[in-house]
């Protein structure tokens, strides 16, 4: 998610081509363009890349590394994967299609992961959230949205789960920097302090009722996310509010090219890039997120063969060297 003169890759993020020809929307697109945001097409999403009126991706990185800036991101996708007939089949179906250890997971807490195809490659990285003990949200990306859901459904075929998209029922709101946490508690009666890093909860967050408030975000910087219904009106009202609570901070919107300049520096991997359907775990320097030692799930086995044949180590060996 970057502007071409800071990396030109940033346009190849994944286009069905048929999607290009009309361009989704987020239920934020007017009030971008009455700001006079710049727009790009973005994994067939009509999404900003940059406010010119408030100083552009420079001045967006500076205000989420020094102050605060909002994200529209409401073009990444949501699966919940809940209790079927019998509890644990969430569980166990998460556990099958994902490399990290969702067991581990209280409820309210939330994880970096991964899909991942039987070679041991990504289908998509995303943040899985347990928000019961048989109920889970998984946020995946914008451009593999259809991808991600289809390879879901067909992976989880033989579990006692149900798989529900809510991608289209939510817009979602990232608001990312050191005064992140004094602009949003101005807007909820949620005690933000009580929040960790990578837990969330839910509460009233602009009169909206249980609205859920995450302590995640894709910019290295610390920050919150909320899922708020995804009507146009109510939509901007918030927004409005979080920019009006922000003020005194010097908060700004921010596009998906300051996002990706954030998540660069911050050595945060994109799908496409860093991580795509031809780049595995241990080439992709994941092996951290990547839990060996649970159950069997769908890669492993493809990823010890590479570990026994020791590309693991010949891969860490070039991270170092680069």
Request: charged share 25%; aromatic share 4%.
């Given at each position: 998610m970057l502007i071409s003169f800071f990396c030109p890759f940033y346009w190849s993020a994944?286009?069905?081509p048929i999607a290009a020809v009309e361009l989704r929307k987020t239920p934020l697109n007017a009030v971008h363009r009455r700001l006079g945001a710049k727009m790009v097409n973005f994994g067939g999403w009509d999404m900003p890349v940059e406010y010119p009126s408030t100083g552009g991706l420079l001045a967006e990185h500076k205000a989420v590394r020094s102050g605060v800036g909002v994200f529209d991101v409401s073009h990444?996708?949501?699966?919940?994967?809940?209790?079927?007939?019998?509890?644990?089949?969430?569980?166990?179906?998460v556990q099958h299609i994902t490399m990290n250890d969702a067991s581990k997971l209280a409820i309210g807490q939330a994880h970096y992961s991964a899909m991942l195809y039987p070679a041991g490659t990504f289908?998509?990285?995303?943040?899985?959230?347990r928000l019961v003990e048989d109920d889970f949200l998984l946020?995946?990306?914008?451009?593999?949205?259809?991808?991600?859901i289809h390879w879901v459904r067909e992976n989880t075929k033989d579990f006692d789960c149900r798989i529900e998209e809510l991608s289209d029922a939510y817009t979602q709101l990232a608001?990312?920097?050191?005064?992140?946490?004094?602009v949003l508690q101005k807007l909820t009666d949620v005690n933000l302090?009580?929040?960790?890093?990578?837990?969330f909860t839910h509460g009233t967050v602009c009169g909206l009722k249980n609205t859920l408030v995450a302590r995640t975000g894709y910019t290295a910087e610390d920050g919150f996310e909320i899922y708020i219904p995804a009507e146009e009106a109510?939509?901007?009202?918030v927004w409005n509010e979080i920019l009006d609570a922000g003020k005194e901070f010097g908060v700004v919107p921010c596009?998906?090219?300051?996002?990706?300049?954030l998540r660069l520096e911050g050595a945060l991997s994109l799908y496409g890039h860093e991580i795509s359907d031809t780049i595995n775990v241990w080439e992709a320097g994941l092996d951290r997120f990547c839990k060996m030692e649970k159950a069997d799930f769908i890669g492993r086995a493809a990823l010890e063969k590479a570990k026994a044949e020791g590309l693991d180590d010949g891969m860490a060996a070039a991270r170092r060297a680069l």
């Open positions: 994944p286009v069905d990444m996708g949501d699966i919940r994967i809940s209790t079927g007939r019998v509890p644990g089949g969430a569980l166990a179906a289908v998509d990285d995303v943040i899985v959230h946020v995946i990306n914008a451009g593999t949205r259809e991808k991600d608001i990312q920097g050191p005064r992140a946490a004094e302090s009580q929040i960790k890093n990578y837990w109510t939509s901007a009202r596009g998906l090219g300051s996002r990706n300049t």
